[in-house]
């Protein structure tokens, strides 16, 4: 499938960074998800951030247009690709994990309390990865980084 736009969606603006990153390296055109108006046979990659082991977005996305790959953005260090492709029934597309990032001023609602439930569990935990979760949560972070999509845009040029 030849890719041609890229659709995502974003709550805390790191699924557009690496949005925009992606449509600037590879020369296609760039959609928000929400305001896009592609014909339902364009053939998209889709970027969506995960929340709660699910992929925002993406079930519109896959009712709008022909998803020929997807990228989901998170904020764990890793993520068990196949457990999500499953979990979110894409199993038979090209699925890509993204470190994104975490900012608290730009949580809010459900998704606020959420991360005070998740933060509250983490701290009773004493393991490295923990900590530096809780610290993300209570700090924020930024893992953005290029070179987390040279794997995307090896498959692009496919």
Known sequence: MKVSAIVYTSNTGFTAQYATLLAHQAGLPLHRLEECDLSRDTQVL???????????GLKQAMGRFQVAGICAVGMGPEADTTKLARDNRCERLPLFYLLGGYAPARIKGRYKMMMAMMKAILSRKTDRASQKAVEAITRGADWVDAAQL????????E
Do not use: E, R, T, Y
């Open 46 to 56: 889709f970027l969506g951030w995960l929340c709660a082991g699910k992929i925002q």
């Open 150 to 157: 040279a794997p995307v845009l090896d498959w692009l040029g």
